[in-house]
């Protein structure tokens, strides 16, 4: 997908008149993404457990406080729905070797559930339109590190969704999934608690980049399949899926060195993968054989 700006977009008026509702709309995508939208020409309304201005209150783990919001906020957009951004999502950080914990069914229920939800409510005005739904997932749903599983896996889960969503419903609406990469926003702030935060430890993206793609396939008059927010993200998003060893073992390889190091020093959460990387097995000196183990 051609890389889109502002100039560009509004030159062409690709989004004046549309109607979109956004989700996670006072986070810093969702809410970076309504401004844009605005600036755009568009009738854009959000929602979010956050309520503010042109954002309703809206818990998307709440199956009827879903369908409610939904169903007004299509009113308020004049009871036409032409484009659904889903942002909603947290990340907590969790060991994978431990029984799945609170967060970690929050994560499922809000990154992959949520979005569920909230398309199921406004699929009849999305199909009344032949309308578009942009999903952003992660490059950590292809591309792993520690830490991640409970975001990676809801993440890659909705790749799925995203795919299976296409499959049934693609003659009526098209589907974008959109992966993003690491971004200095509030949902770190779970995993920087736990003091095994990727900060510094990853290449870093800005909201911008992600904010400019969805907005781009949101105009793009044929909806792009699949969109990385950045050209190494891009790369990188191609690599996994055509050497995903090769991704596997190089990430593998640099988990090991950042458990080695003081990246996570301190991290009660990281304890056990810097046991599994730093202990070294006994050499064992032989014993001596007893009588009768020589008489055998």
């Not at 997908?1 to 995508?29: D, I, Y």
């Not at 939904?70 to 969790?94: C, F, K, N, W």
């Not at 309308?131 to 992660?138: E, K, L, Y």
């Not at 959109?178 to 800005?206: C, F, K, M, N, W």
Request: hydrophobic share 45%; net charge positive; aromatic share 4%.
């Amino acid at each position: 997908m051609a890389r889109e700006t502002l100039p560009s977009l509004a030159r062409r008026s690709a989004l004046a008149g549309r109607t979109v509702l956004v989700t996670g709309a006072s986070g810093a995508f969702g809410s970076a993404t309504l401004q844009v939208l605005r600036y755009l020409g568009a009738n854009a309304i959000g929602i979010d457990r956050k309520p503010g201005d042109g954002v309703l209150a809206c818990d998307v783990t709440d199956d009827d406080q879903v369908a409610a919001v939904v169903g007004e906020a299509t009113s308020q957009l004049g009871g036409r729905l032409d484009t659904l951004i889903h942002y909603a999502g947290i990340g907590p950080a969790v060991d994978v070797g431990r029984p799945p914990d609170a967060e970690t069914r929050e994560a499922l229920d809000v990154n992959l559930l949520g979005t569920w939800r909230v398309t199921a409510a406004a699929m009849p005005a999305l199909l009344r339109t032949r309308g578009r739904v942009i999903i952003t997932a992660s490059l950590l749903a292809v591309v792993t590190m520690p830490f991640t599983a409970a975001y990676t896996v809801s993440k890659r889960a909705l790749t799925a969704y995203a795919d299976v969503l296409r499959l049934e419903y693609g003659t009526h609406l098209s589907v974008t999934t959109v992966y993003p990469g690491y971004v200095d926003t509030a949902i770190h702030d779970r995993s920087r608690a736990a003091g095994v935060a990727l900060d510094g430890l990853v290449p870093a993206e800005q909201v911008r980049d992600t904010v400019m793609t969805v907005v781009a396939a949101a105009a793009a008059p044929r909806a792009p399949r699949d969109a990385a927010s950045t050209a190494p993200g891009t790369a990188a998003l191609r690599l996994a899926r055509h050497a995903p060893g090769l991704v596997d073992r190089a990430v593998a390889a640099r988990a090991g060195r950042l458990a080695r190091s003081d990246a996570f020093s301190g991290a009660a959460l990281a304890a056990g993968l810097r046991d599994r990387h730093t202990w070294a097995p006994v050499e064992r000196t032989p014993e001596k054989k007893t009588a009768k183990e020589h008489q055998s």
